[in-house]
């Protein structure tokens, strides 16, 4: 079984700064991908940033790019988001999710196998 703990939500004012963090803890063997959804309020939960891990790369929404950066500690088994210029409509519980090997897109919520209980970020003045 693996856990996902998030942690560095909170309050924060638009155009500030915030930096999530995930750690995996359990029984993993290796990691495929971990990645940041997030669910504001009312809206269905989307798809905010990935890393593949091995690979090096990464992928955003369109909504985040520019602003927002993940990273990795691989000998930790934790991602990270720099949250930059941060605006009102970022608003929204952020979770984290990881998976073993590939099963689809990022975009989808089956391409994980695993998912963090959330952690709060407001953004507002």
């Known amino acids: 079984q693996v856990q996902l703990v998030e942690s560095g939500g909170g309050l924060v004012q638009p155009g500030g700064s915030l930096r999530l963090s995930c750690a995996a803890s359990g029984t993993i063997f290796s990691i495929n991908a971990m990645g940041w959804y997030r669910q504001a309020p009312g809206k269905e939960r989307e798809f905010v940033a990935a890393d593949s891990w091995s690979g090096g790369s990464t992928n955003y929404a369109d909504s985040v790019k520019g602003r927002f950066t993940i990273s990795r500690d691989s000998a930790k088994n934790m991602v990270y988001l720099q949250m930059n210029s941060l605006k009102p409509e970022d608003t929204a519980v952020y979770y984290c999710?990881?998976?073993?090997?590939?099963?689809?897109?990022?975009?989808?919520?089956?391409?994980?196998?695993?998912w963090g209980q959330g952690t709060q970020v407001t953004v507002s003045s």
């Open positions: 999710a990881a998976r073993s090997k590939w099963r689809g897109s990022y975009y989808q919520d089956s391409a994980w196998e695993y």
